[in-house]
C-alpha cells in the first residue's frame, strides 16, 4: 500500500488510493453476474464451459455463495480474517473447481477491462501517466515470474526506460504530424500565391483592353455626331 495522506481538516483515518477498491470491486463483481446472467461470454469462453459441462445452475450457486460470503467480510457478529476463511465458512471449495474457475475468470475479465478504462480516464497520449509507476512495478513483477531471472536483473529501471521510449516514440510521431500537416499547408498556401502571380498580368491585360474598347467607342461616338 501506498504512502497515505489525509486532507486538510480531515480528523478520520489516512486516505489511501488503494482503498477505493474497497468501493468498487462490489460494483464490478456486480457487473460480471450480469454478464453470466446474459450469457454475455466470448465464444471461446461458451466453448469452454460446454467442454466441462458447466450449467448455469451451477454458477448461479457459486455467485449465491459468493456472495454470501463477501457479507462475512465486515460481519459484526462473526467476521472473518481471510478470503479463505469466509470462502470456507460458505463452503465454497466444495463446488467443482471448473465452475468456481470459470467465475472467476469473468469476474477477472471484468476486473481487467475496468483496469483498461480507468487508466486511459487518468492518461493523455503523448503525456506521462498518473498511472505509469504501478503499472511499471507490475511489469517488473511480470518479467520477474515470466524469465524466474534474479531480482536484480527485473528491476522496474528496464520498464521505466521502455516506458520513456514509448512517450519520447508517440511524441516523435505527432510532431511528425504535425509536421506534414504544416508542409502541406504551406505547399497549398505557395500553390495559391503562384496562381495568383500568372492570374495578374492577364487581370492587368483585360482591364488595359476594357480601357482601349472603351476609348473606340467614345470616339467612334463622337465621330458619328460630327
Given at each position: 500500500m501506498g504512502i497515505g495522506f489525509k486532507p486538510r481538516g480531515e480528523t478520520g483515518p489516512l486516505y489511501h488510493p488503494e482503498r477505493d477498491y474497497a468501493y468498487i470491486t462490489p460494483t464490478l463483481m456486480r457487473s460480471a453476474i450480469e454478464k453470466l446472467d446474459c450469457n454475455d461470454i466470448s465464444e471461446e469462453a461458451?466453448?469452454?464451459?460446454?467442454?466441462?459441462?458447466?450449467?448455469?445452475?451451477?454458477?448461479?450457486?457459486?455467485?449465491?455463495?459468493?456472495?454470501?460470503?463477501?457479507r462475512d467480510f465486515i460481519?459484526?457478529?462473526?467476521?472473518?480474517?481471510?478470503?479463505?476463511q469466509a470462502l470456507s465458512r460458505r463452503d465454497y471449495y466444495d463446488i467443482r473447481y471448473s465452475v468456481r474457475q470459470?467465475?472467476?475468470?469473468?469476474?477477472?475479465?471484468?476486473?481487467?477491462?475496468?483496469?483498461?478504462?480507468a487508466v486511459r480516464d487518468v492518461t493523455v497520449i503523448g503525456e506521462p501517466s498518473a498511472a505509469d509507476t504501478a503499472m511499471i512495478?507490475?511489469?517488473?513483477?511480470?518479467?520477474?515470474?515470466?524469465?524466474?531471472?534474479?531480482l536484480e536483473r527485473t528491476s522496474p529501471i528496464l520498464e521505466t526506460l521502455q516506458a520513456r521510449n514509448d512517450l519520447l516514440s508517440c511524441r516523435c510521431n505527432i510532431l511528425?504530424?504535425?509536421?506534414?500537416?504544416?508542409r502541406q499547408e504551406l505547399a497549398e498556401i505557395l500553390e495559391q500565391e503562384a496562381a495568383r502571380k500568372v492570374k495578374a498580368p492577364k487581370s492587368t491585360t483585360n482591364i488595359?483592353?476594357?480601357?482601349?474598347?472603351?476609348?473606340?467607342?467614345?470616339?467612334?461616338?463622337?465621330?458619328?455626331?460630327?
Open positions: 461458451t466453448r469452454w464451459k460446454a467442454e466441462h459441462n458447466i450449467t448455469s445452475a451451477e454458477l448461479g450457486a457459486a455467485a449465491e455463495v459468493l456472495a454470501r460470503a463477501q460481519s459484526a457478529a462473526d467476521p472473518v480474517t481471510s478470503l479463505e470459470f467465475l472467476f475468470a469473468t469476474i477477472g475479465y471484468v476486473v481487467c477491462a475496468a483496469w483498461f478504462k512495478d507490475f511489469a517488473a513483477s511480470a518479467h520477474k515470474f515470466a524469465t524466474n531471472a534474479a511528425g504530424q504535425e509536421c506534414s500537416k504544416l488595359a483592353i476594357s480601357a482601349f474598347i472603351g476609348y473606340l467607342a467614345r470616339t467612334c461616338g463622337l465621330s458619328s455626331r460630327n
